[in-house]
């Protein structure tokens, strides 16, 4: 209640600008009981980026920003601006920050990349903190050849006609979201600082790789969303050009699809991909943090929504325990007879499918330890396997890793092959697997409501 009327009285403040703004804060402050204004010093700061970028181009309002200015000065917290992606003209001002509109500027205002520089403005009161040496770690580091590169861009700046090429692509953006309505939503943004949604994050994922080959770049953001940035300068015929590829490969995506889920947000897979635009990478020790982002893509993507399982699925936080963490994905690849598959779009590189795991004795799954063989150290375990929802064909996909893991456990010299996997990925399996009998059953596993088996296959002498 009392932060309820604390917001009330600030809002009654805001939207009388008569009144002294220094004064209001030091009646807000002295209101203020000594224990909560002792807890507000143990803030180092509060770090806000105008617009998010690679949180899905969110905008906050105005309000909401200058409220928060208001809340730090009461309470005496720094308000600090990260503008490396907003600032130096992106949104149409030199600042993102200036749209707000605020009662009092910002304490630190940080800024960097189009800048050709990397550099931090900071208020009169935090002059001598930062006046001191210190160690940053920044986009750009702030050296001499930086700064000549800033003084030659700095007169070049035309926010007029970042507010041209802005509205032009933005007419564009919004027009293809009126076309596609269930596929292209929630256009957004200041400036060249564009965005919008896919109905689906795999969606998002095929429509971004579909545009790479035809000759768009755009990147991913937050979710589900990508990012539409062009140049401050863009041509009308250049963004014209883009927006054509844009809803070429829209096309593209959505002529995978039946009629029936074109205009919804139905599941349903969405691209064929062929294993002769395939490449089989090897996981090891030595390339797990280059192909992790890849691996944990795909994991979230199988098995990390929420929504796909029934409200009593078990679960740490938001994640479901089918999912697996990274953490416990690079244990299992660290092992010495560790097998790891991961099959590559040829043209992205982007990760599609893996399958990885180690030997037996390694795991505690369920129907591990009725294994025969457990405790011998012959038989190498499946821990995990997913492919990509946005594949169409995942049965041949399926087939070719368990194949391609079959080889390298005979190669390794284990004599047995052993997993705990939904059943419908033992259907798709090879004959060499899913002909074998089934050790374990669990109908209802972590209360996912997917049916789980153990089965085991025996393997080649090497």
Partial sequence: DAFTNLLARIDAFLADPSQNFDNFITEERSAVPDEELKKAQRVAGIIAEPI??????????????????????????????????????????LWAHERFDLPSPPDVVTWAKKAQNGVLFVSD?????????????????????GMA???????????????????????????????????????????IMLGFDVARADWRDELRDRALRNGLIL???????????????????????????LKKSIDD???????????T?????????LLSQTKIREIEPANFAQLKSGIMGVEKASYGSINRY???????????????????????????????????????????????????????????????HYGESNTFYLQAMAVHPSVQNPTELVATMF???????????????????????????????????????????????????????PLKSP
């Fill in 403 to 457: 194949d391609q893991l079959k080889n390298h456990a005979e190669a390794l010299g284990f004599e047995h092959f052993s997993t705990f996997i939904e059943a419908d990925v033992v259907a798709k399996a090879p004959q060499w697997l899913s002909s074998e009998r089934t050790y374990h059953e669990t109908e209802n596993y972590l209360n996912s409501g997917i049916r789980f088996v153990y089965v085991r296959a």
């Fill in 125 to 145: 009161a935090l002059a001598s903190f930062f006046a001191e040496e210190k160690k940053f770690n920044t986009t750009w580091a702030g050296d001499s050849a």
């Fill in 310 to 372: 029934p409200p009593d699925v078990q679960r740490v936080g938001r994640r479901p325990l089918l999912q697996y963490p990274a953490d416990a994905l690079e244990t299992s690849i660290s092992n010495a007879r560790s097998i790891g598959i991961a099959l590559c779009d040829q043209v992205t590189g982007r990760v599609i499918a893996y399958a990885l795991g180690s030997p037996l004795e390694n795991y505690d799954e369920a129907g591990v330890r009725d294994d025969p």
């Fill in 219 to 245: 990147l991913g953001c937050g979710e589900r969303s990508l990012r539409f940035y062009s140049r401050y300068d863009t041509p009308q015929p250049v963004i014209d050009e883009a927006l054509t590829l």
């Fill in 149 to 191: 590169r800033f003084l030659a861009m700095m007169n070049k700046l035309d926010l007029a006609a970042v507010e041209r090429t802005g509205q032009h692509a933005r007419k564009g953006l919004d027009a293809l979201a009126r076309e596609y309505p269930s596929f292209i939503q929630n256009v957004r943004g200041e400036g």
């Fill in 52 to 93: 998010q970028g690679e949180g899905g181009i969110q905008v906050a309002s105005g309000r909401f920003f200058r409220r928060l200015r208001v809340l730090t000065k009461i309470f005496d917290v720094p308000l600090i601006f990260d503008e490396v992606q907003t600032g130096f003209g992106a949104t149409g001002r």
């Fill in 265 to 273: 947000a139905a599941s349903g897979d969405v691209v064929a991909m």
């Fill in 253 to 263: 995506v959505l002529a995978d699809k039946p009629a029936n889920v074109q205009g």
